[in-house]
């Protein structure tokens, strides 16, 4: 388990499921994004991420908000695997009532921290929606520049080298 200032970090379970399709099954809440149509779908894509963590050593983490114990994200590092080659990436999923709060921003920071000292990762990427501003506010406070736009995926791609180190676009 990892602990920030207001929040704890820790592997996803079957369990937390019921809770993380609040928001990866609503339509509003991920509409930058992918939706979960049915809770199977979302259990399935927890399970496939975990099976990850144990090959690669990181996936998305549940979110638990300190205050008051409640799964409020789901979010980390991940090698997507239903989106493969892209590399290791940060994302982050909220449930809509902890949005405008800087959970991302606290997710981003010790994901990050996670992958300079822990995974030793030379780059991390992330993608935004050009509709999401607050997502891609997010990212450059985290130091990601901005690659380029990918038509196919209708989203602007971020990279973010380890520090010291330049990634070529």
Do not use: Q
């Not at 991420?49 to 638990?64: L, Q």
């Not at 450059?140 to 990634?167: C, N, Q, W, Y």
Request: aromatic fraction near 12%.
């Amino acid at each position: 388990m990892i602990e920030t200032d207001r929040l704890l970090l820790r592997p996803a379970r079957l369990a937390d499921v019921p809770a993380i399709f609040t928001f990866l099954g609503d339509p509003a809440a991920m509409r930058h994004t992918h939706v979960d149509a049915t809770l199977a779908a979302c259990r399935r894509r927890v399970a496939v991420h975990e099976w990850r963590r144990r090959v690669d050593g990181y996936a998305p983490w549940t979110v638990i908000a300190k205050e008051n114990g409640r799964i409020i994200g789901w979010g980390g590092l991940y090698d997507d695997p239903f989106d493969p080659g892209w590399g290791c990436e940060v994302g982050y999923f909220f449930h809509p009532d902890a949005w405008g709060r800087g959970y991302a921003s606290e997710l981003v920071r010790a994901a990050l921290r996670e992958a300079d000292t822990r995974h030793g990762l030379a780059e991390v990427r992330a993608f935004a929606h050009p509709d999401n501003g607050g997502s891609r506010r997010v990212l450059e406070k985290a130091g990601f520049r901005t690659v380029r736009f990918v038509p196919e995926m209708d989203r602007f791609l971020f990279s973010r080298a380890r520090h010291g180190r330049e990634i070529a676009a």
